[in-house]
């Protein structure tokens, strides 16, 4: 136990509660005094109107990645479970993109929806849909919200996978004599006995949507344009150490901690009851 | 009401094992049919041909005279008892029974009644309400059954429902499916590795090996007059003993000389098995026109109470002679016997496994 402590100790808990500390302090740009703010930054932080837009565009992004993410590695997963001739095959390549680099997924997409090389973004010309994310902000949400969907759909892909071929063989074969056709097999057996491992991966992907997105949203969109996709960690990271407020962003993780943590009270409050283990 | 017929029913895998080789088979409104034979000798895969799990390769299965190879499962109106019982861990015992029903549209109030009337059978009143993990093993078990049941289907199918249970509660489930089959007349196949099971409760047995059916008939004729040496060796326990012999103008001779007197039957100088169950060997003081008599060793004995198993040896010979005797036989290890048999319950197996008729011409009941 003791390295394993000793690790969380000084990786999250220390820097946590630095985090905690640095809120309630006014701190110069090069870092070399600082005076005690009280809740002032807190104050700053929940007056400011980019903070509340940071805060939506945080929920949109979050829901759509979670249930992007899950519903279509849940979609392949069913698939790639039917599938017996080369099935590592098509394991392997679905796991892949987890094994990419966030940053690298992020060029790759950038590439790829570029306005002017982006060989997608010609073919959306084409058909008449005009496309630059780097001027409009709902195409630079979406195109943020598809790298990190396509990012974290192999280890929900993963997940699903190992959890539909330990379903035993015998109750979908039960349901097969028992009349459901397969539409019904899936909504009424398969569905409900992959609950648990949906709600693991929902609160995984909540995490994931909150926290992780950083590398993917920093090498596409940079926040922009115009904050379109400046999501809470984001903000964090530009106020903090592109800004130099570091009192600000130390309050802002704080609330990002808070939040989190509520949500995933509220989940396993709330959404864990629906589930059968 | 449902017949059941089978007609040389093949399955090969892809990989090209063949698990059936033509199984030929039918079954009679309302009959028991037991599917017995050891594991991997195809009896599960016959199951689930007929359930529709498995595709047929070749051949032909008909439930009341209609060709339903090509039919999903859901289609051929079978239930299937599973040997782990595969109930829907998430839905109460009241939802796995109604299942079934609700799928095929039937309305409220009628499966409502259908489950509480097949509940109270199967004495499940009192849980239907209860997920299958708060129940026992027994009562899963019911409830596997009532699934089956409540749907009144065309065909039962059962793949080994009982091996799961205890040895108590086996045998009082087994009497109780006797009992509800019976009771509801339901056309039924039941497969199972326990050969008290299949004896029990068949109306006739059919006994599989390597894919291939090696007998088929009522059970005491199959324990009576086995076709072969591996049906002999199947049925009966303590299974059947066995001598290497060699035929001989007047019977057969085994490997120490002691002739065993037989009519005329195989060619003389032949290797033939001479098979004779434990139950059949008694003092030679008690029977008069004794085939043979063997002088033997008793080398080691298991009482079970109301019977003495006693492990011989005839000297000469390999092979041990196991002897049921009274339980309240005295005998002691290292004692010696002599056995006695009559002509009526000597099998006698050529060297193929093929039962020798000794003399009533002898009548197959697969079809």
Known sequence: MAPQLGIVLVFFFWPALQAIEQAFYVEDAFGLSREFAGLANFEAVLSDATYYQALGTTLVFSLAVALGAMSIALLLAVMADRVIRGARVYRTLLVWPYAVAPAVAGVLWLFLFDPTLGLISSLLGNVGIDWDHKLNGAQALALVIMASVWKQMSYNFVFFLAALQALPKSLLEAAAIDRAGPWRRFWTIIFPLLSPTSFFLLVMNSVYAFFETFGTIDTVTSGGPGGATTTLVYKVYQDGFVGQDMGSSAAQSVLLMALVGGLTWFQFRYVERKVQY | ?367
């Open chain 2, 1 to 367: 009401m449902a017949t059941l017929r089978l007609n040389g029913i093949h399955k090969r895998y892809p990989n090209g094992i063949t698990a059936l080789h033509g199984i030929d088979l039918s079954v009679a409104d309302g009959e028991l049919i037991v599917v017995v034979g050891p594991s991997g000798c195809g009896k599960s895969t016959l199951l689930r041909t007929v359930a529709g799990l498995e595709s047929i390769s070749d051949g032909e299965l008909m439930i009341n005279e209609q060709r339903v190879n090509a039919l999903e499962p859901a289609e051929r109106d079978i239930a299937m008892v599973f040997q782990n019982y595969a109930l829907y861990p998430h839905m109460s015992v009241f939802d796995n029974m109604a299942y079934a029903l609700k799928n095929r549209g039937t309305p409220k109030d009628e499966i409502r009644r259908r489950v509480t009337d097949t509940a109270r059978l199967l004495d499940l009143a009192e849980l239907l309400d209860r997920r299958p993990r708060h129940l026992s093993g027994g009562q899963r078990q019911r409830v596997a059954m009532g699934r089956a049941i409540v749907r009144e289907p065309q065909v039962f199918l059962f793949d080994e429902p009982l091996s799961n249970l205890d040895a108590k509660l086996r045998v009082q489930m087994r009497l109780e499916i006797r009992r509800l089959q019976k009771r509801l007349g339901i056309t039924s196949v039941y497969v199972t590795h326990d050969q008290v099971e299949a004896m029990t409760l068949a109306d006739r047995l059919v006994v599989m090996n390597g894919g291939h059916v090696e007998q088929c008939g009522t059970p005491m004729m199959l324990y009576a007059q086995p076709a072969t040496r591996f049906v002999a060796s199947f049925l009966g326990s303590p299974a059947m003993n066995f001598l290497p012999v060699t035929a001989h103008r007047d019977g057969v001779v085994l490997p120490n000389g002691v002739e065993v007197a037989l009519p005329d039957m195989l060619s003389e100088g032949r290797a033939a098995t001479l098979g004779i169950r434990p139950e059949h060997l008694v003092e030679a003081t008690s029977m008069a026109d004794a085939a043979a008599v063997l002088d033997v060793t008793v080398e080691m004995l298991e009482p079970l109470g109301a019977d003495t198993l006693a492990y011989t040896r005839l000297p000469g010979l390999e092979e041990w002679l196991v002897v049921r005797l009274d339980g309240a036989h005295a005998a002691r290890e290292g004692q010696r016997l002599s056995l006695a048999f009559a002509v009526a319950h000597c099998h006698v197996f050529d060297s193929q496994g093929a039962r020798v008729p000794l003399a009533e011409p002898e009548t197959q009941a697969c079809q």
